[in-house]
């Protein structure tokens, strides 16, 4: 069954003479379970079909089914809890102002959601931090607690879909690792469905089932993870991003002499 | 030393993160605030300045030895003595109890006007930056009207239409005072307006009023706070300048830019009648002012 499908999805920004179109025509389907991978160089409208997936873009045309429900313009609440966002950097993603409990309160009170204490427990719990960390700041936090705060508030609301822009990209090395083991955890725990925007084909490699390649606005190919790890990729411009990446780990290594995590 | 014991608990319970209860939390915040204000030597004063007032107004009745209103014709002119701190006025009243009732106009004003300029101008000001388009500019250009006249001549204009009368002053003062804040609580709104975790809110649900009580007036409430603070001195100058000219407090009430007004006639042969309450709206206005920097320092977010 599949989850998400996109059919000549396009999206733009601006208005009449300035406006710029920068999703050209994609489409995807995204079965239940499955985790698809969306690469290609900044500025080539990743987060744009994230954020017209989220209804944070309202500017696309095409088609969006998710759940077996035509999309339109505007959403209801129980359409928006569906999928939820988690943005790249964790520290703007958290209120300032807010305590954690806090700000895992507010989706409870918008939906009008019973047991509040308790959810906000069970998801602190599932993304394993303390639970007297709802009374702390964020900025009491590191970086990688904030991102696991993010992925509590996007779970509170019990979603099918997770919309992860960069989630790791942000982070130390030493916490990407975690946060992504806690999101392959997450997956199969509850049955999650995620779209995750990367420009580390290693980070992909390690989540995604099958990987599109986005350049300017569009896809040129979608791969499979055996294609990637077998490098039997077809199109040439999958096989630049590849050795794109590759090559900046062997620079890097040049540089200082010794081997540095990606 | 029990107590000193007890006291150290609580400041190390205080001062820790590692709550236990949003009721800590809340209080270390404040707690902290609590600090950095003792820290700062002048804000502190300023504080004290302040509370004083408050003090000496709510108990305005037991401070003042003799009745305000009460004339003396015998007693006029009195020189400040014993009897008299500081002297009488025209009339034989007691220029000590009117300073102390004076207070209570004072506060009554500031607090009246900051009551009915905080929210109208948090609403105008993150209204227009939140929504934008024709909203914005519709709100920006009142605004602007309001904001291109010098405000005391706005204040002066406002209440000679209205008449004379310390409630009429209070809604004049307010109709210049507001400006400025919905110019702030905009620029300030705009600057959260496209923040990821504003979009979060959004992507949950969440209505454009929610989004402005909870969201946004956490985030702009310390800089109108410190704004409003700062501005509590013009607000006590004007609210002085109108009673000066005669149309904010009217007699007998006591009213110290009013009374100063009426004791410039004796100006070289009673110099406390001008003297007392002119020093009254200066400690007033500076401790306002010291008050509003130190709370600028303390409660910006740029600062933690
Ligand atoms: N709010 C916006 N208004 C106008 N143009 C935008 C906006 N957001 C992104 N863009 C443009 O759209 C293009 C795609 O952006 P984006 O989807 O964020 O790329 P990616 O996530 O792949 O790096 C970029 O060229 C960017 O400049
Ligand atoms: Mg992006």
Redesign the interface.
């Known amino acids: 069954m599949s989850m998400i499908k996109a059919h000549h999805l396009a999206a733009s920004y601006g208005h009449g003479d300035t406006a710029l179109k920068v999703v050209k025509d994609v489409s995807f389907e995204v079965q239940k379970g499955e985790t698809f991978g969306l690469v290609g160089e900044s500025g080539c409208g990743k987060s744009t079909i994230l954020g017209a997936l989220a209804g944070r873009n309202k500017q696309w045309t095409g088609s969006i089914e998710i759940d077996g429900e035509t999309i339109g313009q505007k959403r209801t609440r129980a359409q928006l809890a569906k999928q939820q966002l988690v943005f790249q950097d964790p520290f703007g993603s958290i209120h300032p102002r807010h305590t954690i409990g806090r700000t895992l309160l507010e989706p409870l009170e918008i939906h009008g959601k019973d047991r509040r204490q308790e959810r906000i427990e069970k998801v602190l719990t599932d993304v394993g931090l303390p639970l007297n960390f709802r009374y702390r700041y964020p900025h009491q936090l590191s970086g990688g607690q904030r991102q696991r705060v993010a992925i509590a508030r996007a779970l509170i609301l019990e979603p099918k879909i997770l919309l992860l822009d960069e989630p790791t990209s942000a982070l130390d090395v030493s916490i990407q690792a975690e946060i992504l083991n806690l999101l392959k955890d997450l997956r199969q725990r509850e049955q999650l469905t995620y779209i995750l925007v990367s420009h580390d084909l290693a980070v992909v490699a390690h989540l995604c089932d099958r990987v599109a390649m986005m350049q300017s606005g569009g896809f040129v190919e979608i791969a499979t993870r055996q294609q990637l790890l077998e490098n039997t990729v077809e199109h040439a411009y999958t096989r630049i991003l590849m050795d794109g990446s590759r090559g900046y780990v062997s620079e890097r290594r040049n540089n200082k002499g010794e081997a540095l995590p990606v | 030393m029990a107590k000193s014991g007890t006291f150290s608990n609580l400041h190390d319970w205080l001062i820790s ?6 009721r ?2 809340r209080l270390h915040t404040v707690y902290l605030g609590w600090l950095s204000l003792v820290a700062n030597p002048l804000a502190f004063a300023g504080f004290a300045v302040v509370l004083l007032l408050v003090i000496v107004a709510a108990f305005a009745p037991m401070i003042a030895i003799h009745d305000p209103f009460a004339q003396d014709f015998a007693m006029a002119l009195q020189a400040p003595s014993a009897a008299h701190w500081f002297g009488t006025d025209e009339f034989g009243r007691d220029v000590f109890s009117r300073l102390i009732y004076g207070a209570r106009t004072t506060l009554y004003i500031t607090i009246l006007v900051t009551v009915i300029v905080a929210p109208i101008g948090f609403v105008i000001g993150a209204t227009a930056g939140y929504l934008g388009g024709w909203v914005d500019v519709v709100l920006m250009r009142i605004t602007d009207i309001f904001l291109s006249f010098p405000s005391l001549v706005l204040a002066l204009a406002f209440s000679a239409a209205l008449g004379p009368g310390i409630e009429n002053a209070v809604i004049a003062i307010a109709l210049t005072v507001w400006p400025p804040i919905a110019r702030l609580a905009r620029a300030e709104t705009l600057t959260f307006r496209n ?3 504003v ?8 209505g454009t009023g ?1 989004i402005l009580l ?2 946004i007036v ?2 702009c409430a310390p800089s109108i706070i410190v704004r409003l603070t700062l501005n509590m001195s013009s607000i006590i100058l004007t609210a002085a300048g109108l009673g000066f000219l005669g149309l904010g407090a009217q007699p007998p009430m006591a009213e110290w830019g009013a009374m100063a007004a009426s004791g410039r006639q004796y100006l070289l042969d009673a110099w406390w009648l001008t003297t007392v309450p002119g020093i009254a709206i200066l400690t007033v206005s500076l401790a306002f002012n010291l008050l509003g920097d130190g709370l600028r320092d303390i409660m910006d ?1 740029r600062n ?1």
């Open positions: 993160e590692d709550f236990t209860s949003a800590q939390a923040a990821d975790f979009i979060a809110a959004e992507l949950q649900g969440a929610r909870r969201h956490p985030l977010p933690g």
